[in-house]
DNA sequence: GCGGGGTTTACAACCGGTTGCAAACATGAT
DNA sequence: ATCATGTTTGCAACCGGTTGTAAACCCCGC
């Protein structure tokens, strides 16, 4: 038995084949699949009906060879028990599909093998890199630096390496905002909740908040610490607060860092029979907020944009590192309002 | 300005520097990279040491071309909503990982770009296809199953396409284990809560339970009904029932069909201030099964295995489709046992 | 009928590896 | 010293595309 007769009975259809039967040459038919080429119409509706009768499509390893563009994007991704990376994940690869790319999914969650997955994409030639909700240590990204020049963004957080390009939502702007939101609703006594101190993320959310309560003369009355963006921290952290602070001196309004807080936030409200009684705002938007029995009035990140503006950033792999930040989008439920 | 002279001050470092660095011929390069080939010891050490010092990394689109073989598994992906993916794509992909693969995510949830997704990897010659967690169209498989001759796996999940292969954790066996368990505690009145009824995830799993417990001369005294694996769900489920139900009618156990809906079923019990009343279990031990506070008794899924089970079909391609179920582990904690 | 300008197309070389083949070499037995 | 055997190694060809160049072609005006 041979091996694979280059033209009938392989299973691969390659240009050859395609060429041969339009009638043309190989590189032809090469032509007749880039876009700007010089090839005569008829030439290529030829190729394109056998290409169509064979079944043929282009094999893009070899493209890329030659290429030296593969349109597989790196997805460098850690902390895989975030619950909310899963939203950020799916965005994020649909989007990419959705502009020609895919995505290598990197898994930097286990062990020590950051370095292994990274050079591993690299010799797969990727076109860049996204980091993915990393803590991106500084070992990552010297890591991926000198490697190759394989442009690097880091999406959704904030790092504070300056050697790096950052596509995130801009969380000062966002903190403005909310604060304007509050002000309008003639709150005074304002909280701020925050999950893990270490982000960075936070701080500008923070910062913008403090700033916008400001301009009003007001100012980030109480900071409750939930720990971790998790239900439970966010109820356990109200619950302590209502329990130990007079209803008198209690605050009005309180931002959460997250909607997973602000939902835990409102439940501890629920519990104790005081729903309403606080206005609370949460960040994401995440599935739930929308449910009625939270109609949580949240900050909508602009994931779309943001994954976009990182594939531009590798495509054109923009020459000096800059953080580029994205004002996102408040939705006003109920959540935020008075009620009694 | 010329382009990239090929030795030195071109970035990529390819096998024929290295060649000459260690002064053997390119094709040596190669041979010292693989393993079983005819190179001699010192000949694959001067190749090695000239690779380290120049930084040399084999291109894999290059192998992927003539190899045939690229190493990357298209992992295809559905219900990006559903948390319990997270945990799958993690090990998975870890998995995939140490085994020497990368996984490509081909996200199928949104729009109608299945046909696009599975076509894009296959001209990427992944070498395999895992379905994950997918809801598996017959159209899916067909249009998979035609492209070309990839294998492909459904993991986790039990297909009932005789075509095509199944990797997944043995539910009817895991039922049975669970059936046992609970007689060993001695009770009488049993029930089961479910998901979504469309899954025939469920069907072997309450098969083995129905008939292990029908070997003692017991049944499944009552089926609820959560509608979702949502944590609400299986609270107000249970509260319905204890809520419509007699004490003295009460099912003393409850098997559910995931751990969410567990937890879900012991909120209800401490909500209404009754726990330890009923033995609950669940399935798939996620994270929280193991707090203090719920301290759940589950069924662990092994994770591991099934993915190494997979990789192994996709390597051997074996011959005919055949479903292939594991035995996962019971976890006993206490949720399971009589409290009062 | 011929030469000039613009398109099309064929060709060769290449991208960076792998592999079958045969020559070169080393080894050990006779 | 000779030969059979086994191991290394160099070479050419190839994997399936792309791209620069040069030849072939077309249309047109002179």
New binding site residues.
């Given amino acids: 038995m041979r091996k694979?007769s280059?033209t009938s009975n392989?299973q691969?259809?390659?240009?050859?084949?395609?060429?041969e039967r339009a009638?043309?040459?190989?590189?032809?038919?090469?032509?007749a699949?880039?876009e700007g080429?010089?090839?005569?119409?008829?030439?290529?509706e030829r190729v394109l009906a056998a290409a169509a009768e064979l079944g043929?499509?282009?094999?893009l390893?070899?493209?890329g060879?030659?290429?030296?563009r593969t349109q597989i994007v790196g997805l460098v991704v850690d902390e895989m028990d975030n619950p909310n990376l899963l939203s950020l994940i799916n965005t994020t690869t649909s989007q990419l599909q959705r502009q020609g790319y895919l995505a290598m999914l990197l898994n930097i969650s286990s062990e020590h093998d950051h370095g292994a997955a990274i050079s591993l994409a690299d010799q797969f030639q990727v076109d860049g890199l996204i980091f993915l909700g990393t803590v991106l240590t500084d070992e990552l990204v010297h890591l991926a630096q000198q490697i190759r020049h394989i442009p690097l963004v880091v999406l959704y957080r904030n790092s504070d390496n300056p050697n790096i390009q950052v596509v995130s939502t801009d969380g000062y702007r966002a903190g403005r905002e909310i604060a304007g939101l509050l002000l309008e609703q003639e709150y005074r006594r304002i909280g701020y909740m925050t999950g893990p101190v270490s982000g960075s993320t936070r701080l500008s959310r923070l910062d913008g908040f403090r700033d916008g309560l400001a301009e009003q003369g007001l100012a980030v009355d109480e900071v409750l610490e939930a720990g971790h963006y998790r239900r439970e921290c966010g109820f356990r952290a109200l619950e302590h607060y209502l329990a130990t602070t007079a209803p008198a001196e209690r605050l009005e309004a309180l931002f959460c860092e997250n909607d997973i807080l602000a939902i835990g936030a409102l439940d501890a409200l629920k519990a104790r029979g005081e729903s309403g009684s606080m206005g609370i705002v949460g960040f994401d938007d995440i599935k739930q907020a929308a449910s009625p029995a939270y109609a949580l009035t949240t900050y909508r990140q602009p994931l779309e944009s943001l994954v976009n503006e990182a594939i531009r950033r590798i495509r054109f792999d923009e020459a000096q590192p800059r953080r580029h930040l994205l004002p996102g989008e408040l939705i006003q439920r109920d959540s935020h309002r008075r009620t009694n």
């Fill in positions: 694979r280059k392989g691969r259809v390659t240009a050859s084949d395609v060429a009638g043309v040459s190989k590189w032809t038919v090469s032509r699949f880039t080429a010089s090839v005569s119409p008829q030439a290529r043929y499509r282009p094999n390893l070899a493209r060879l030659t290429k030296h």
